[in-house]
């Protein structure tokens, strides 16, 4: 056998080594900077989620009290489209399943509420003075159950 037969031994080029000893420092660097950053990012983007159902909880809240306020000053319609609006929120909260701001006892705390809601909204509708007791104690029991 010839010697020309073995394959030679690839020298590494000059240039190629100097962009190898540049870039693998230049990499640990920008990790350096990048996992603590992202790190960061993932707490903050955890409070801001349970900031974001917070609101959430407290803006329905706030538009089942609109309804009761707007049904003792007599203004029904804007009271029975506030609480429409709040049946149509709580009905997609609690659609939402396991990704619910509502824990699962308030999810089957709710359920009793919507049995209400066709006979509240309609006596809004027809202007009756009795929807500001049943709005009030929906009101009641919606905090009840959100406090649990």
């Not at 693998?24 to 900077?33: E, R, S």
């Not at 701001?101 to 359920?111: D, I, K, P, T, Y």
């Not at 509708?125 to 049943?134: G, Q, S, T, V, Y």
Request: proline share 4%.
């Amino acid at each position: 056998m010839s010697d020309d037969a073995q394959p030679k031994p690839v020298k590494a080029n000059s240039s190629t080594r100097r962009v190898t000893i540049y870039a693998v420092p230049l990499l640990v660097a920008f990790l350096l900077g990048f996992v603590p950053m992202w790190l960061k990012y993932r707490k903050c983007s955890a409070s801001f989620s349970d900031a974001e159902q917070q609101v959430s909880l407290a803006r329905r809240q706030n538009t089942l009290a609109s309804a009761v306020i707007d049904t003792r000053r007599g203004d029904y319609e804007p009271a029975r489209k506030a609480a429409s609006d709040f049946f149509t929120s709580l009905r997609t909260e609690t659609d939402r399943g396991k990704e619910s701001a509502l824990s699962q006892a308030q999810r089957a705390g709710v359920q009793a509420l919507f049995n209400q809601r066709d006979e509240i909204i309609t006596l809004l509708a027809r202007r009756d003075p009795a929807a500001l007791d049943r709005l009030s104690d929906l009101y009641v029991s919606y905090r009840e159950i959100m406090n649990r």
